[in-house]
C-alpha cells in the first residue's frame, strides 16, 4: 500500500470521536474530583481540639462582644469594640479603662514572638475555645503609651475547607495600665469563642 499523506474520512472520524471522549472524561473526573474547585464536604483535622471545652467564667457585670468577624468574647463595662479595615484579615480594636488590644484574625496573623525581645519577657500556654494558645508578656522598651504588654496567639483558630490545609489564626495584643491589669486581658481571652470551628466559604 502507498501512503498517500492522506487521511480517510472515516479514520478521522474515529479520532474526532476517541478526542471528543477523552475531553469530556477529563473535565468530568476535574469537576467530579474537585480539581476545579475544593470540594464542599471535606474531612475536617479538627483532632488537635480535643479537650472539653470549660464553661466560661465571666465576671458580674461583663458583657459579651460579638466581632461579627468570625468569633465573640466578653469585657468589663464601657469597653469599646469598633472593627478596623483590613486587606487578608479581620482586624479590630478593643478598648477599656485599663487596656487597649487589637487583633488580626486571617491566615498571615503575627505570633508575637518579637515580644522576646524585650525586658519581663514570658510566655505559656493557654487553652482558647478548645485551641491551643500562647499568651506572651513583657515590659515594652519603647512604648509612647502604657508599657506593659500582654498578648495571645491560636495557630489553628478555624480550619478553612475553601482552601484545604489552610488555617485562620488570633493574634490579639495590647498593653494594660499596669502589670495587675494582665490579669483582666487574660480573662478577656479565656472567654473567646469561635463561631465554628470550619469555614467552608472562601471569604
Known sequence: MVY?????RSTALAIAAVLTLLVVGVFGYWAIGGLIHPPT???EPLSHITRSVAAIEVPPGWTQIDTKQGF??????GT???QLPGTDSFLGEITGQTFVLQYDFGFYSNDLSDAENNPDYSEK????DGRNGVVRQATLQEAE???YFIGLYVQQAVFHAAYPGRWAALEMHGTVASPEGRATVEQIFQTIRFDKPVVKNSK
Do not use: K, L
Not at 125 to 128: A, D, G, I, K
Open 4 to 8: 498517500t499523506g492522506r487521511m480517510s
Open 41 to 43: 464536604v471535606v474531612e
Open 72 to 77: 465573640s468574647f466578653y469585657a468589663p463595662p
Open 80 to 82: 469599646q469594640f469598633h
Open 125 to 128: 500556654t493557654m487553652s482558647v
Open 145 to 147: 503609651g502604657w508599657p
